[in-house]
């Protein structure tokens, strides 16, 4: 079993930066890819980037292309994501999330942490 658990959220300006970390625990060997989802009020969650839990792959939608940056320390099980040039539309709640297999479902989620950007 693994445990996810985000911090780093919080207040920023359009335009701002914050970095998000996911540290995972438990059975850690066992995760083949870790994503970051967010949900905003009245939308579904979606998924915004991924990267695999061993090796370089990575993936990110096109509206955070360029802008966000995931990234791992597997010394430390924590995966980071760091957000750049925020705009009010990145305000959600966003959420870690581990797969097992290739093109698994995520099964193990994280709380969430809180992001808002005020215009």
């Known amino acids: 079993q693994v445990e996810l658990v985000e911090s780093g959220g919080g207040w920023v300006q359009a335009g701002g930066s914050l970095r998000l970390s996911c540290a995972a625990s438990?059975?850690?060997?066992?995760?083949?890819?870790v994503g970051w989802f967010r949900q905003a009020p009245g939308a579904e969650r979606e998924l915004i980037t991924t990267?695999?839990?061993?090796?370089?792959?990575?993936w990110y939608i096109g509206s955070v292309k360029g802008r966000f940056a995931i990234s791992r320390d597997n010394a430390k099980n924590t995966v980071c994501l760091q957000m750049n040039s925020l705009k009010p539309e990145d305000t959600a709640v966003y959420y870690c999330?581990?797969?097992?297999?290739?093109?698994?479902?995520?099964?193990?989620w994280g709380q969430g942490t809180q992001v808002t950007v005020s215009s």
């Open positions: 999330a581990a797969n097992f297999v290739r093109f698994g479902k995520y099964d193990a």
């Open positions: 438990g059975r850690t060997s066992s995760i083949y890819r």
């Open positions: 990267i695999k839990w061993n090796g370089d792959s990575t």
